[in-house]
């Protein structure tokens, strides 16, 4: 499952890629991390790295399974 994270006052976002077998742990962990105000949150990607993310920081999170990202004029 790919994983979208938008942080605050930066303009790029992080994608990475889950199983999806954690992406309900990782919902979880998001969440309970944000109520408890942690101050990191580290993921484990499909590849094995590790991923830090501060948690006050994030504006948005996207879990989705990763789509075709098209370049140019596309019509459907």
Do not use: H
């Amino acid at each position: 499952m790919e994983i979208r994270v938008g942080m605050m006052n930066v303009v790029r976002e992080l994608t990475f890629e889950v199983n999806d077998d954690e992406a309900d742990q990782l919902k979880s962990d998001l969440e309970s991390a944000s109520v408890a105000g942690d101050g990191m949150l580290w993921v484990t990607d499909r590849d094995g790295r590790d991923i830090g993310l501060v948690v006050r920081q994030l504006a948005y999170v996207e879990l989705g399974v990763p789509g075709d990202r098209r370049i140019g004029f596309a019509t459907d």
